[in-house]
């Protein structure tokens, strides 16, 4: 018997791919709420369609991240142009950074931007994220840094954000909060877990005694058994993480 997939039209291989990624981006924004790394109808998660036309989805603004569905998500150009009708507005910062990275990174599939407290509290130091802890130090070589401009509704923002992020997958957006790019949503997700979940813990160390910091040669072998992550992600993390939101928040592919 033939592969049911090898049958399909480029029409219909396009739909079915679509389909899949919009299930996909869906699922971030509920574990994103589920984590409570969610700002009420702020930040941004956005997913590039496969094909020439660069469009990308992202959140319908006004809608809690629990509530968003992959039906309800919205296709926009680079120009910030809806694709297809909708009923829901979209973020004119986030389409500005998304835009941008997504225009610029033919790499970077998903793009997730956060402002969480942890995230936004090392983006307020002059330091910047510390290489303290086997978490922070899987991201070494990684991490980009881009000093805040104000609210992203500037156009003319884009080229100096993509310059500073070049071809880094995490970035400490300065005094605002962070951002992960990734070959795949699951790539994307677990950068942001790793850059997140290191930020707390790095204000967690800064609340007691001196800190203590690996020797240089430590961080570049951390550094070397790091280059597996994104692997992981795609075969390990996003199943395991998709059948615990199966579990908690459940309606998320409709």
């Known amino acids: 018997m033939p592969d049911a997939a090898a049958c399909l039209t480029p029409i219909e291989d396009a739909a079915a ?20 790394w969610d700002d009420l ?10 094909g020439p036309e660069h469009h990308f989805l992202i959140n319908p603004y006004g809608l809690m991240f629990d509530e968003i569905t992959a039906s309800s998500l919205v296709k926009v150009d680079l120009d910030g142009n809806k694709v297809e009708p909708s009923d829901f507005p979209v973020n004119p910062a986030g389409f500005t950074i998304h ?4 225009g610029a990174r033919e790499d970077a599939q ?3 931007h956060l402002h969480t407290i942890a995230g936004t509290g090392v983006s307020c130091q002059d330091e910047g994220l510390l290489p303290l802890n086997q978490t922070a130090m899987l991201l070494n070589g990684q991490i980009a840094y881009h000093d805040f401009e104000g609210v992203a509704l500037n156009h003319d923002e884009r080229p100096r954000l993509v310059a500073d992020l070049g071809d880094k997958n995490a970035m400490v957006l300065r005094n605002h ?14 950068f942001m877990y790793f850059l997140e979940r290191a930020c707390a813990m790095q204000i967690a160390a800064q609340a007691g005694a001196k800190l203590r910091i690996p ?3 430590v961080q570049e072998v951390v550094e070397q058994q790091s ?12 199943p395991a993480l998709l059948r615990r939101l199966d579990r908690l928040s459940p309606g998320y592919a409709d």
């Open 215 to 217: 020797h240089d040669h």
């Open 41 to 50: 109808v702020f930040t941004h998660i956005s997913a590039r369609v496969p």
């Open 177 to 190: 909060g962070t951002l992960t790019a990734g070959r795949s949503v699951a790539e994307a997700f677990t």
């Open 17 to 36: 791919a679509e389909r899949a990624l919009r299930v996909d981006l869906a699922a971030a924004y509920r574990l994103i709420a589920l984590f409570g």
């Open 227 to 238: 280059r597996g992550l994104g692997q992981a992600a795609d075969l390990l993390v996003w």
């Open 99 to 102: 835009s941008a990275v997504h």
């Open 110 to 112: 998903c793009v997730m």
